[in-house]
């Protein structure tokens, strides 16, 4: 079965050919990063312009990359929320008018499904699993017992893991996006300023607002003082106390559920530390570890093609009346 998937959540406009939800066809991934570097961050409104621009140019060339027409494609899937309302719309428009012209099943798929799912291009997954889905705009622990079936057991009750990272980032005058530029700057210091373990309890939620509080006021006392501020060692104490946290309260998830498997999911899947520390977690305590590679970290229609699969075969389909959602709760799937 082969499935033409359309990303447009945020700032990349993205286009799959996939094969029974594990193998990539063809990927086009256009991402508007430069656009967004000059700002400092996502502007809304010029995202929904620029996947206008893009959205036809980037159908063509997965096409093309895949050798295939529209009468080859089975299915459409696309990503409906949650995201940008602007952004999300604008691939929601293409998928329906692909689906209504050419009479293909729409398959609706959450953002974060996909997220999950592209671990699937990677490994079969398998059951039960603990998902850690971390990225700019979230950060979950959920249990799966099969196939699209998702049990959130915990999440961050403010600020996301990414979200923190830029922010954090930005106080210390790193380059956009802050995840990269804080996990290759903390290669090159040492744990040396003190800063707090978020929400170092017992649940399986996070918050990470404190912590970025905490590198606020360090920076600007220190600055009040004339102190200069040491970026590698301040990037190194920052991400040790975030891989702490995510660790401890994965590794708990995965005990106290009695799961072997773990997947880790989203663009912050993609920081080394957080990577290689619940790597070795998981092989101190016999547990099967699966992350994507870089490509299918960050936002793509790959991860949306292989979810919307599952999603097919679970009966999920959606009419034109389909609409765009900025927020939606991943076991309120439609």
């Known amino acids: 079965m082969n499935i033409l998937a359309i990303e447009s959540s945020c700032d990349e406009t993205s286009m799959s050919i996939i094969k029974d939800g594990h193998t990539d066809l063809g990927t086009v991934i256009l991402s508007q990063i430069d656009i967004h570097k000059m700002y400092g ?133 790193l380059s956009y996006p802050g995840g990269p530029s804080i996990d290759k700057l903390a290669k090159q210091g040492n744990d040396t300023y003190k800063l707090p373990l978020p929400l170092n309890d017992s649940s399986y939620d996070f918050s990470f607002s404190g912590l970025k509080s905490a590198v606020i006021n360090l920076v600007h006392n220190e600055e009040q003082r004339g102190n200069k501020i040491k970026k590698e060692d301040l990037a190194c104490s920052f991400q040790n106390r975030v891989v702490d946290i995510l660790t401890k309260k994965t590794v708990k998830a ?47 229609a790959a991860m949306i093609g292989a979810a919307g699969y599952f999603a097919y075969k679970k009966g999920i389909r959606a009419d034109l009346n389909l609409n765009a959602q900025a927020n939606c709760n991943l076991e309120d799937l439609l």
């Open 41 to 173: 961050g996502v502007v809304p409104e010029i995202a929904s312009r620029s996947h206008v621009e893009s959205i036809t140019i980037v159908l063509e060339e997965v096409l093309t990359k895949a050798s295939m027409k529209i009468d080859d494609i089975d299915a459409i899937a696309v990503t409906y929320g949650p995201g940008l309302i602007g952004s999300l719309l604008v691939g929601l428009i293409a998928a329906k008018t692909i689906a209504y012209i050419y009479n293909k099943p729409l398959i609706p798929v959450h953002h974060i499904a996909g997220h999950i799912y592209a671990n699937n291009l990677v490994n079969r997954l398998e059951f039960p699993l603990i998902a850690l889905v971390i990225s700019g705009g979230h950060t979950e622990l959920i249990y799966m017992k099969e196939d699209y079936s998702f049990e959130k057991i915990g999440g961050t009750l403010d600020d996301a893991v990414g979200e923190c990272y830029d922010k954090v980032a930005r106080v210390m005058d």
């Open 254 to 300: 995965l005990k106290e559920y009695d799961v072997k498997n773990l997947i880790v999911a989203g663009g912050v899947a993609a920081n080394s530390a957080i990577r290689n520390s619940l790597e070795n977690a998981c092989k101190q305590h016999g547990i099967s570890f699966t992350v994507p590679p870089i490509l299918y970290c960050t936002d793509n």
